[in-house]
C-alpha cells in the first residue's frame, strides 16, 4: 500500500491510497484548507467518506450539514454534493473507480458555488 500525491492546489492536496480496495476502487484522502470547497460533482455510483480532521459543511443535494471529525455517510448515485473546510479538514472518500470520475458529471448550480468560495480565496 503507498500513499501518492495525485492532485494539489490552494485548497490542498488529493492523495491516492493505491492498492487498498478491490476492484480498482479509489480510496483518497483530501486535505480542505479553511474557507475552501471541494466537490460539486454527481457520480454514476454511490460513494462513501468520513471526515478525519477538522470541520466542513457538507452540501448533499438541497440539504446542508456541519460535519466535524469522526462523521461519515454517503452519497448515493445522481445526488451532487460538496465539502467545504470550516477548519482546516480532511476527508476520505472512497468507492468508485478512477474510470468512473472521468464519467461523472457536475452540478452547474453546486459547481458554481464551489468555484465562487474558492476564486474568493485568492
Known sequence: MRLRLIHEDKRGGIYLVEDLLEGNK?????????????????????????????????IIGDKEKILEAGSSGSFLEGIPHAFI?????????????????????KDNKLRELVD???????
Open 85 to 105: 473546510g470550516l477548519e482546516d479538514s480532511i476527508v476520505s472518500e472512497w468507492g468508485i473507480t478512477s474510470e468512473e470520475k472521468k464519467l461523472d458529471k
Open 26 to 58: 479509489e480510496f483518497t484522502f483530501m486535505e480542505i484548507k479553511k474557507g475552501f470547497a471541494r466537490g460539486g460533482c454527481v457520480h454514476s455510483n454511490k460513494e462513501y467518506f468520513a471526515v478525519i480532521k477538522g470541520k466542513v459543511k457538507f
Open 116 to 122: 465562487n468560495i474558492n476564486n474568493s480565496n485568492k
